[in-house]
């Protein structure tokens, strides 16, 4: 137990206001407070499996976090004593060594000694609390009665002694009742857990009971729920080992109600009626309840009381202010009931909440009409208020006549406002009211299905197959919608709100540096070069100095974009180009300019011979290529220091780290800092200090990361991956190995990354066998080494840095850059922290989610994450599976996320700089309701892009030219073979023949029509081909493509009663004298106008044999086409 840490400023903290309250009452003598009469406060813990609430335990807890059995406290005028095993007095010497308080006596332990049974220990213990004050009278737990050997031997040793005993239970609770910030945020979280077991799993659960309408006893569903609170997948953002039950969960059903936390799930069934549900859970020893009532068909009446009740919690919750007496909260509760609602007074529970904390019910301190305590800011209450025995006249049956209702919540009392409510789940009559049609609402419906199906003839059928899912499945569905709209309507109202506060002044413009090379001529400097009129750089002042008309005209190295060398002949030229208004111009180069209207040099360039005159000992040109070189290194040099100069310029300055002197800090070792600090990967240790970590490799490069400039915290354990990391998502960026970073991660590796291919491989190879469990036995020992440093920064920083950890199981595969990845959601976020870059988003800051290319032929949808921030650019998830499309919807739905899903990908980049042009105008105009797939414009636009689609394909020359024959020569036949297999086609959907059916008795058809000549034969294809499918919209076109070679566009028609399209042919015949308008119209036919056709096909006819003196037999498909080629040749 010595390597728990013990948290001394809380220990010193704590015990203070004890020995101050203690002094306090003393010295006042109005004071009614029992430990005025104490004069020494005594306390004995011992091991009892059955109790699971006591003073004694909550007194330890308070005091050390931890509760230490068979352990006396004795707490004196002049010492505090400390009676207990050796390894209990090892934890608690750290107090022992702690900083000397004047305001406190000195700590003495006791090691217990069994070889006397402790007596030597306890009267050491006895005349030191007799020399405290008169030494007569003890404070103690008068309830707490622990059994044991121990227990029982220092109960004589007090009743030798005859000392008298006063009750100090309610001093102590009145004590611990006001909660610091760090007992706060530990509560908040563990009413996190019991909205999310009530949410996720209790109400789920009841609703598909309800639903399948299975019989379930109280006493099973109250079993699931012990069993929820250490599953992940209810219980989200806080250690699962560290949840417990505070009672056990209480469901009551069928008139059966007890409206106390002492009551039990019996074992008869749950009865779709008023369901009562209570469940409390505890973190890390604080505890939380909720009380819910779910109400199945509520009449009117029902309902009008259980509003009546949330009526009476709100007027509770609105007058639970610091400073304000309970009884007076009580009696304002119960005014309101008089006044609304005087006949159920009688039915209302007797109090309306206690104070909660360590202990569940503290007793002392009741929402009662005779407390007279004060309630304190910081003070947490579990308010419950209910009406019991109320009598249902409307219910048939006998569970149902007898009805309770019962609301529960956990509050946070503040300083002048209402309290705080902390288990935030909708209690409204729509949230927790479950409508059930009756039986006779389901025969109408059942009717009008039929009826529909018989309308439908075969096609209803499919339909009737997704109407007969689940109601479940719909129920959940329609949740999840409902929910959306509700968040689609807050989204637009909180954001046209926020960004009505934020200033509208459009970020100014930035211009560009105006360098100067020399701020006066004296400063040009002397050389040669300059006289000689040559090219002169300037190193110190980074200027180039040109000779323009003979003038030597300095350059500074920014005003010149580029330079370019070439040699000619016996010339050199140089040629350099500088950056002007209207210069294309890189991400990081230019800028505007402060005088644009200025003249602006473009380019300039020199030319130099490369031939030596007698006597020179370089020709000129020389002067060309050192000035070439030493531009260039100029450049480089300015163009490097500029780049550092970006990075930094948008730092935030932080704070400097407080280094911590204590050899007890957490500290990890052994550690890789991605990204890297230089080009080769280092190792090094991280430390926890007083305000920030501290990462140092073993070159000596030190990193330092401040606690508040944290944002999110998050610790990756090894399960399925071959790293375990810690990972930071920093506020602002911090500078190292001259980069700023947002994201900073320090992992190990637990296993081989890479594996030796070539190396022999057997199952049962020793060597094999021992690296595998030696690589499990480190990754335990890892995963134990981070969970520990993880938990020692929470409590050292008070809760200040939270780890947390990603759900692998609700992780779902993507793209955020390059490559495919897990995503893994966390309470507060979605990461990828394996692959790098990481990929962090906090769902704080995301406005919405837009899914791109939903589509059921597609495999794969996008995500577009838009932030709160719309000058923030967005981030996209590519590749995203669509059969996970419903799970990471249900996420963000549970997450209270906006989403949103269309067929098509946006230009977010567009979208974006329209919406922050003008947002008041975007919000008038309904907002981010453009991106709903229900939206009339989007509808339009789909409506559109069908008439693009259908008008694309156009049939080629030769098949127009080939069916306009077929269909001339062959309509009276087409028709006739047509309107035959219309109705065989309906008699085969309605008998339901499957393909084998089809496929056999077509090659029947065939066998029988080997005999019959060309044109039957042509004639039946092509009246086949006319025929009207039954088959899907997809399975038709490939048919067609198969046997037609082509494809039918979009002029659609309803024929017969088969429901069949029409196809529409609109490329003109080449054979064909009429206008091409005509020549669409005859072909533009659907079946249902072919029985008129038979006198229209002779003048056809006439006309094609007029065009087309060859058309005068029929042929085969065959002959048709080579006398189409052979025409087309002649045309020629």
């Not at 501290?694 to 400039?709: A, C, E, M, P, Q």
């Not at 595969?813 to 309470?827: C, D, E, I, M, N």
Request: glycine share 6%.
């Amino acid at each position: 137990m010595s390597n728990i840490s013990l948290d001394k400023d809380t220990f010193y903290r704590r015990i203070k206001r004890l020995y101050a309250a203690w002094k306090a009452a003393a010295v006042d003598p109005k004071s009614d407070d029992a430990l005025a009469k104490a004069d020494c406060v005594v306390s004995c813990v011992g091991v009892d499996e059955d109790t699971l609430y006591s003073k004694s335990t909550a007194l330890q807890t308070w005091l050390f976090g931890y509760e230490l059995p068979d352990t006396i406290t004795v707490l004196t005028e002049n010492s505090m004593c400390f009676l207990a095993s050796k390894k209990k007095i090892e934890f608690l010497r750290q107090i022992e060594n702690g900083k000397d308080e004047p305001d406190l006596p000195p700590v003495k332990l006791l090691i217990r000694d069994r070889n006397d049974k402790d007596k030597e220990n306890f009267n050491k213990l006895i005349q030191e609390m007799k020399k405290s004050k008169s030494g007569k009278t003890l404070g103690v737990f008068a309830k707490d009665n622990y059994p044991g050997e121990f227990c029982e031997s220092w109960k004589a040793a007090m009743k030798a002694e005859k000392f008298e005993n006063v009750d100090i239970s309610s001093s102590i609770a009145f004590l611990m009742a006001p909660k610091e910030d760090p007992e706060v945020i530990t509560i908040k979280k563990a009413c996190l857990v019991t909205v999310d077991v009530f949410t996720k799993y209790l109400k789920d659960q009841i609703m598909e009971i309800i639903d399948s309408d299975k019989k379930v006893k109280h006493s099973k569903l109250a079993e699931g729920v012990e069993a929820a609170i250490s599953d992940k997948k209810y219980v989200t953002g806080v250690d699962t080992s560290q949840v417990d039950m505070c009672y056990p969960p209480i469901i009551q059903s069928g008139g059966h109600y007890s409206l106390k936390f002492s009551a039990v799930s019996d074992k008869n069934h749950l009865h779709f009626g008023a369901i009562v549900c209570s469940l409390g859970t505890r973190y890390k020893s604080y505890c939380s309840n909720i009380v819910r009532t779910l109400l199945v068909n509520p009449t009117d009446e029902i309902q009008s009381n259980y509003n009546f009740l949330l009526n009476i919690e709100e007027e509770v919750m609105k007058h639970l202010v610091a400073g304000a007496k309970l009884s007076a909260v009580y009696e304002a509760g119960l005014a309101l009931a008089k006044k609304e609602k005087p006949d159920l007074v009688d039915n209302l529970t007797k109090t309306f909440g206690f104070a909660t904390g360590i202990e569940f019910r503290e007793s002392s301190i009741v929402i009662g009409p005779k407390t007279s305590v004060l309630a304190k800011k910081g003070m947490v209450f579990n308010i419950n208020i209910g009406l019991a025995n109320l009598t249902n006249s409307a219910a048939t049956e006998k569970e149902g006549k007898t009805y309770a209702l019962f609301i529960g919540d956990t509050v946070l009392v503040n300083e002048e406002q209402p309290a705080t409510l902390l288990t935030q789940s909708k209690k409204k009559i729509k949230n927790i009211g479950i409508f059930l049609k009756d039986d006779d609402e389901d025969e109408e419906e059942e009717k009008e299905n039929k009826t529909e199906i018989l309308e439908n003839g075969g096609r209803g059928k499919r339909t009737a197959v997704i109407e007969s899912k689940l109601r479940t499945e719909h129920s959940s569905e329609e949740k999840r919608k409902e929910h959306q709209r509700e968040l689609a309507i807050a989204l637009n109202e909180k954001a046209k709100e926020r960004l009505a506060k934020q200033s509208s002044g459009k970020d100014t413009e930035k211009l560009r540096k105006s360098t100067v090379s020399y701020k006066s001529v004296s400063q040009m400097p002397r050389e040669n070069e300059v006289k000689e009129l040559k090219l002169y750089v300037d190193r110190k002042y980074e200027t180039v100095i040109l000779p323009i008309f003979g003038v030597p005209v300095p350059f500074h190295i920014s005003t010149i974009k580029n330079i370019s060398q070439s040699v000619e002949g016996d010339y050199t030229y140089l040629r350099i180009n500088f950056f002007h208004p209207g210069a294309t111009m890189g991400r990081n180069e230019g800028g505007n300019y402060s005088q644009p209207d200025a003249t602006f040099v473009k380019e300039v360039t020199y030319r130099s011979t490369n031939t030596k005159e007698p006597g020179e000992i370089s020709p000129p040109s020389s002067n060309l290529n050192t000035g070439f070189r030493l531009i260039k290194e100029v450049q480089k040099k300015y163009k490097t220091r500029e780049a550092e100069e970006r990075e930094k310029e948008d730092l935030v300055k932080q704070d400097t780290l407080v280094l911590s002197q204590s050899k007890g800090n957490p500290k990890l070792k052994d550690l890789y800092i991605r990204p890297n600090i230089v080009t080769k990967r280092m190792s090094g240790s991280l430390e926890s200090h007083t305000n920030g970590f501290r990462f140092t490799s073993v070159r000596g490069d030190k990193v330092d990361i401040l606690y508040n400039n944290i944002k999110n915290a998050f610790f990756q354990p090894c399960d399925g991956e071959m790293i375990i990391l810690l990972h930071f998502h920093l506020k602002h960026a911090i500078m190292f190995g001259k980069k700023k970073h947002v994201d900073v991660q320090f992992y190990t590796e637990v296993g081989e990354i890479t594996t030796d291919l070539g190396k022999h491989q057997h199952m049962h190879d020793r060597d094999d066998l021992a690296a595998e469990q030696s690589e499990r036995e480190l990754r335990h020992k890892l995963k134990v080494a981070f969970k520990s440093f993880c938990e020692r920064v929470e409590n050292m920083t008070k809760q200040e840095v939270e780890f947390d950890t990603p759900f692998r199981e609700l992780g779902f595969p993507g793209a955020p850059y390059r490559s495919t990845v897990l995503l893994q959601p966390t309470s507060g976020a979605l990461v990828n922290l394996t692959e790098w870059p990481p990929f962090v988003i906090a769902l704080e800051d995301v406005e919405l989610v837009h899914f791109e290319r939903v589509q059921f032929h597609l495999k794969n949808f996008d995500m577009v994450f838009v932030f709160k921030d719309y000058a923030k650019k967005v981030a996209m998830v590519n590749a995203v599976p669509m059969n996970m499309l419903d799970h990471v919807k249900e996420w963000l739905n549970s997450c209270d996320i906006r989403y949103s899903e269309g067929i098509q990908s946006l230009n977010w980049t567009k979208v974006m700089k329209t919406i922050t042009d003008d947002i008041e105008g975007f919000f008038d105009n309904g907002g981010w309701s453009f991106l709903d797939p229900e939206s009339d414009v989007e509808n339009a636009e789909a409506d559109e892009e069908s008439e693009e689609e259908d008008d694309a394909y156009e049939p080629t020359d030769a098949e127009s030219e080939e069916e306009s024959e077929d269909d001339s020569e062959y309509d009276s036949e087409a028709s006739d073979a047509s309107d035959g297999s219309g109705d065989s086609d309906e008699e085969d959907e309605e008998s339901g023949k499957d393909w084998s059916d089809l496929e056999r008795e077509a090659a029947e058809e065939d066998k029988k029509e080997r005999g019959v000549g060309f044109e039957d034969f042509d004639r039946k294809r092509k009246g086949g081909r006319d025929r009207p499918r039954s088959y899907d919209a997809d399975e038709s076109r490939s048919k067609k493509g198969k046997h037609d070679k082509h494809k039918s566009s979009s002029s659609n028609h309803k024929g017969s009663s088969s429901n069949h399209k029409s196809s529409s042919h609109k490329s003109p015949s080449k054979h064909s004298s009429s206008s091409p308008s005509k020549n669409r119209d005859k072909h533009h036919k659907s079946h249902h106008d072919r029985d008129k056709s038979s006198k229209t096909n002779g003048s056809h006819k006439k006309d094609d044999k007029k065009n087309s003196d060859h058309k005068s037999h029929k042929r085969s498909r065959d002959d048709s086409r080579e006398h189409n080629r052979s025409a087309k040749k002649a045309k020629k």
